[in-house]
Nanobody
Framework: QVQLVESGGGLVQPGGSLRLSCAASGIRFSLYVMDWYRQAPGKQREAVATISSGGTTNYADSVKGRFTISRDNAKNTVYLQMDSLKPEDTAVYYC????????WGQGTQVTVSS
């Protein structure tokens, strides 16, 4: 059974930082492209960052220079380091694993507010 479990969300003030984790099980993690998406209330889910099996990364323009995606294949975990957070980063953050089949986690809430 495939599971993706996100953690690390919470409430943070503008300008603060959070690190999200997504632990995967039931897949050959090292082969998968791993993505972070987010969905704000009333908006469509949007891609935030992606990391290939070889470690190549790509980011949405809105988070470039502030967010960093990384992976630890030994721990079957992908991370999203979020710095200089803004209120508009408030959303539920989801991780996604893709090879031939796509798997999603259940999401973790990130709220940026003073």
């Amino acid at each position: 059974q495939v599971q993706l479990v996100e953690s690390g969300g919470g409430l943070v003030q503008p300008g603060g930082s959070l690190r999200l984790s997504c632990a995967a099980s039931g897949i050959r993690f090292s082969l998968y492209v791993m993505d972070w998406y987010r969905q704000a209330p009333g908006k469509q889910r949007e891609a935030v960052a992606t990391i290939s099996s070889g470690g190549t990364t790509n980011y949405a323009d809105s988070v470039k220079g502030r967010f960093t995606i990384s992976r630890d294949n030994a721990k079957n975990t992908v991370y999203l380091q979020m710095d200089s957070l803004k209120p508009e980063d408030t959303a539920v953050y989801y991780c996604k694993a893709f090879l031939i089949t796509t798997y999603w986690g259940q999401g973790t809430q990130v709220t940026v507010s003073s």
